[in-house]
């Protein structure tokens, strides 16, 4: 992930678009990109898009937005000093707290958040 973070800064620094990486700018991008994922599924029925990848041409689409958004994250994580896979680990350690596994309780293998 950080030699994707490094090209990404390489590829901005090359064309002079630092000044313009602001975390705003980056959050509003990211949130753009993840709006044009979210197009392409706009119309179809949880079937077709459970298919959408068998489509070459929507295929290519999608992972151009997933490219999109991830590259928009990297840079967002970098220009914050957020490590995106700490936060992650973090999120997860705490949505098992705040969801446990139903019926785990009963068996003693949920531990409280208290």
């Known amino acids: 992930m950080r030699s994707l973070q490094r090209r990404l800064a390489e590829f901005a620094a090359a064309r002079r678009w630092q000044p313009y990486h602001t975390p705003k ?43 999109d958004v991830l ?4 840079q967002f994580c970098e220009v914050l000093g957020v490590d995106a896979l700490a936060a992650l680990s973090a999120k997860i350690d705490r949505n098992e707290l705040r969801f446990p596994v139903p019926g785990a309780e009963e068996d003693g293998e949920c531990h409280s958040p208290e």
């Open 25 to 67: 700018n980056l959050a509003v991008a990211l949130s753009v990109e993840a709006s044009e994922l979210v197009e392409i599924f706009q119309w179809l029925t949880p079937e077709e898009s459970s298919r959408v990848m068998d489509d070459p041409e929507r295929a290519h689409r999608v992972a151009d937005e997933v490219a």
């Open 71 to 74: 590259a928009y994250l990297l």
